[in-house]
């Protein structure tokens, strides 16, 4: 794989856990906040 695709899987995995967070923040769910931000780690790890 070439870097590039890398780098841009990376920011699109940074992005979504960004703006998911973001959506949370304005909820009163801490823990889905959580939940949310490591099944999007996870998805990350298992590309790398």
Known sequence: MHELDVINQFTELVAS???????ELDSDDPVGLIT?????????????
């Open 36 to 48: 949310d931000i490591l099944n999007a780690v996870d998805r990350g790890a298992t590309f790398f």
């Open 17 to 23: 856990v960004y703006f998911t967070a973001r959506d």
